[in-house]
Nanobody, 127 residues
Framework: QVQLVESGGGLVQAGGSLRLSCAAS????????MGWFRQAPGKERQFVAT????????AYADSAKGRLTISRDNAKNTVYLQMNSLKPEDTAVYYC????????????????????WGQGTQVTVSS
C-alpha cells in the first residue's frame, strides 16, 4: 500500500513557475514508477509526465515538453514536477500516481496502469 500526498499548488500569473511535490509512504519507493496527471474543469484527466523508479527515464506529454520537468528523490520518497512558463491552459488539478515496477526501469503513460493516486493539488494560472 502506498499513500501519496501532493503539495505546492497555488495561484500564479502566466509565465510564472511552480514546483509540485508528491510525498509517498513506504520503504520501497524506487520500485514504483511515478506519474503526474492533470484534470481541467469539464475535461478528462490527462497524462503530463512520468519517471521510472530509478529516475533514469522520463517521458512527457507534448503540452509539457520544454516547460515541465519531472524528477524524483528516492532518499526522500518524493517526486517533483517543476513547471515553468506556465499558461492559463495549465490550470487544472494535478495528481501524482504510482505504478509498481520492480525493475525500476520502465515508465508508464496511461492512467489505468497506475495503482495508487494522491488527492490532487490545484494549480491556477491567471492571464
Amino acid at each position: 500500500q502506498v499513500q501519496l500526498v501532493e503539495s505546492g499548488g497555488g495561484l500564479v500569473q502566466a509565465g510564472g513557475s511552480l514546483r509540485l511535490s508528491c510525498a509517498a509512504s513506504g520503504r520501497t519507493f524506487s520500485r514504483y514508477a511515478m506519474g503526474w496527471f492533470r484534470q481541467a474543469p469539464g475535461k478528462e484527466r490527462q497524462f503530463v509526465a512520468t519517471i521510472s523508479g530509478s529516475g533514469g527515464r522520463t517521458a512527457y506529454a507534448d503540452s509539457a515538453k520544454g516547460r515541465l520537468t519531472i524528477s524524483r528523490d528516492n532518499a526522500k520518497n518524493t517526486v517533483y514536477l517543476q513547471m515553468n512558463s506556465l499558461k492559463p491552459e495549465d490550470t487544472a488539478v494535478y495528481y501524482c500516481a504510482a505504478c509498481s515496477d520492480y525493475s525500476a526501469y520502465y515508465y508508464y503513460t496511461r492512467e489505468y496502469e497506475y495503482e495508487y493516486w494522491g488527492q490532487g493539488t490545484q494549480v491556477t494560472v491567471s492571464s
